[in-house]
């Protein structure tokens, strides 16, 4: 299957695209600041680059300023234009960014400067809905307000390339556009009917929503999870364990892209070998999904060629 979500334009999320957090940053000297772009603040992506953030600070002479966006397509775009050292993103768009294709702002516009460090854990597509929508299926979602995720971020992507599989297409829905923490506020207020958010479990937005609200997690298995997987080679096979979000008391079945640190062509190896060994040599001073990141599976689902600085320390 070939998804046909190209027609459709990504604009990244104000901020989070040509916004240099620190400046002059690709330097290999001691005491350099390195930029690094995360994603929301109620997402993973944040509280992680914050936990990346103080090893790095404290296993090398770098400093590193966290800078929060739109997330994946954001951060391709500011690590092929030299905004960012390092970002986190998800391994679907860095194939997209550089093979230039997959989405709109992507097509024809190979970045191949951008570079592999290592991939870290499974990004769950999470449905959200109120637990008495009488949404029990994606199928249900046709003629509702869907709350997509913010522009520019992976999670609109998967969103989009999920709903097209289920037969729902553009127009087919009232399409709307915030990041995490907002869309937990629309799903709780009824302001929008169901709400996608990517990230591995559990969510702090979705906690905090679960808490208030009696949630309902939509599944995505059976046939439809088949001909997702079909379709596109970056999802795999994922489920939410029962209890991990209160109320929503059994498994659901549902699929997963891989998170992943990025960075470019012109850091020096010198920067990316010491980032990635201080990072990977203390993976047990990571709290957030401290579960899956791993030096064995660090490479498992890499979708583009590894910085030669990452390179040196996984050889």
């Not at 994946?72 to 960014?97: K, T, W």
């Not at 294709?101 to 190979?110: A, C, K, P, R, Y």
Request: aromatic share 8%.
């Amino acid at each position: 299957m070939q998804y046909n979500i190209n027609r459709r334009r990504f604009v990244a999320a104000a901020g989070g695209v040509g916004v240099a957090a620190l400046a002059g940053c690709s330097g290999g000297e001691s005491g350099d600041g390195l930029s690094w772009h995360a994603g929301g603040t109620d997402g993973t992506y944040y509280p992680l680059s914050g936990e990346f953030k103080t090893i790095i600070e404290d296993n090398t002479d770098y400093s590193v300023q966290v800078q929060s966006t739109g997330a994946s397509v954001a951060n391709v775009s500011s690590l092929d234009g030299g905004d960012a050292e390092f970002a986190l993103i998800q391994n679907d768009i860095a194939y997209f960014a550089y093979n230039g294709t997959g989405i709109d702002d992507l097509e024809g516009n190979e970045m191949e400067s951008i570079r592999g460090v290592a991939t870290l854990y499974p990004e769950t597509i999470h449905v959200i809905t109120q637990a008495d929508s009488g949404i029990e299926s994606l199928e249900d979602l046709a003629g509702t307000s869907i709350n997509t995720g913010a522009p520019g971020s992976g999670t609109q992507v998967n969103a989009l390339q999920i709903l097209e599989t289920a037969g729902i297409e553009e127009g087919d829905f009232d399409e709307q556009n915030a990041d995490f923490g907002t869309a937990a506020d629309q799903v709780q207020d009824g302001d929008v009917e169901a709400a996608f958010t990517v990230g591995g479990w559990p969510v702090g937005s979705i906690e905090g929503l679960a808490t208030n609200q009696d949630i309902n997690l939509v599944e995505i298995g059976g046939d439809l999870r088949d001909e997702i997987l079909d379709g596109a080679e970056w999802f795999a096979e994922d489920t939410v364990p029962g209890g991990t979000y209160n109320g929503v008391d059994e498994d659901v079945e549902t699929v997963s892209v891989q998170a992943m640190i990025a960075t470019h062509d012109g850091v020096d190896e010198e920067v990316v070998e010491e980032v990635t060994t201080a990072i990977f040599d203390n993976t047990g001073d990571i709290n957030t999904k401290a579960d899956f990141i791993d030096v064995d599976s660090a490479q498992e689902g890499m979708p583009i060629d590894l910085h030669a600085g990452a390179q040196a320390y996984f050889e």
